[in-house]
Nanobody
């Protein structure tokens, strides 16, 4: 089992920045990628960014390219999402997801609220 705990959400003005953290614990040695998803009220959960365990490969949704940066600290078993130039449409609950070898379903965190508003 893997447990994921997100932190770092909050209220920020448009144009501001936030950094989200996702700390993994438990059987972390089989994790091969960690992702961020988000879900706005009344909308489906959508992909935001992904990073492999080595940190060498990253992927982003078009809506966040150039503004968000995903990274990983293996020593701390923690993935980060640096969010800059935030827009009101970035408002959502942000979820961390981890994929592990030999496990058919991914692990999800409980989510952290990000609100971008003046």
């Amino acid at each position: 089992q893997v447990q994921l705990v997100e932190s770092g959400g909050g209220l920020v003005q448009p144009g501001g920045s936030l950094r989200l953290s996702c700390e993994a614990s438990g059987r972390t040695f089989n994790i091969y990628s960690m992702d961020w998803f988000r879900q706005a009220p009344g909308k489906e959960r959508e992909f935001v960014a992904s990073v492999n365990w080595s940190g060498r490969s990253t992927y982003y949704a078009d809506s966040v390219k150039g503004r968000f940066t995903i990274s990983i600290d293996n020593a701390k078993n923690t993935a980060y999402l640096q969010m800059n130039s935030l827009k009101p449409e970035d408002t959502a609950v942000y979820y961390c997801k981890a994929d592990s070898r030999g496990v058919s379903r991914p692990y999800w965190g409980q989510g952290t609220q990000v609100t971008v508003s003046s």
